[in-house]
């Protein structure tokens, strides 16, 4: 049985991730939407934006950030299978859970360098050397909250596989 505080942590997580999922979705299609209108100014009146270049930029990064999360959820991440598959499903297991551990160990150290440099973006009011001039603080906070968010993601999908390892035993 397991605790009710898990199960509202879980179901928050993962959908936030759910949501990231749709935000990234949305972020693709502006970018080809915007990408569109940029070439036909550019072919039609040879004149292209001043924004579109480092708007899809930023937006590129911040699909990758926050659809990881989503992808996370969905355990669909990159894997690659082919000696994964020759170990026994009971040993599989375990060392899903131990490589998830690392991960997770390894998105707790980025989330705090990715606090800090948003930190140090924000407060110094830094803007980007581009046209556009960009505060970075803003730009940067999404690096960090997708970087929260993967590490709550990979806590929840631990918590569910050691679930299911007891679900196995019995």
């Not at 009710?4 to 299609?29: A, P, T």
């Not at 040993?91 to 390894?106: E, H, K, M, N, Q």
């Not at 631990?158 to 390892?165: A, E, V, W």
Request: glycine fraction near 6%; charge should be positive; aromatic fraction near 16%.
């Amino acid at each position: 049985m397991l605790h009710s505080g898990w199960v509202k942590f879980s179901r928050v997580v993962n959908g936030i991730s759910e949501l990231f999922g749709s935000i990234s979705g949305l972020l693709i299609m502006f970018m080809a939407v915007s990408t569109t209108y940029d070439v036909c100014l550019r072919y039609f009146f040879n004149k292209p934006s001043i924004w579109v270049v480092e708007v899809s930029e930023f937006m590129l990064a911040a699909t990758a950030c926050l659809g990881a999360c989503y992808t996370l959820k969905q355990r669909r991440h990159v894997a690659v299978d082919l000696l994964i598959d020759r170990i026994p499903p009971k040993p599989r297991r375990y060392l899903g859970i131990g490589t998830s551990f690392i991960s997770f160990l390894t998105c707790v150290v980025l989330s705090i360098l990715s606090f800090d440099l948003w930190y140090e973006a924000f407060t110094t009011g830094e803007r980007t050397w581009t046209t556009l001039r960009a505060p970075l603080g803003f730009l940067y906070l999404y690096f960090f909250i997708g970087m929260l968010v993967l590490t709550f993601q990979y806590v929840v999908n631990i918590g569910d596989d050691i679930s299911n390892l007891k679900d196995h035993r019995e």
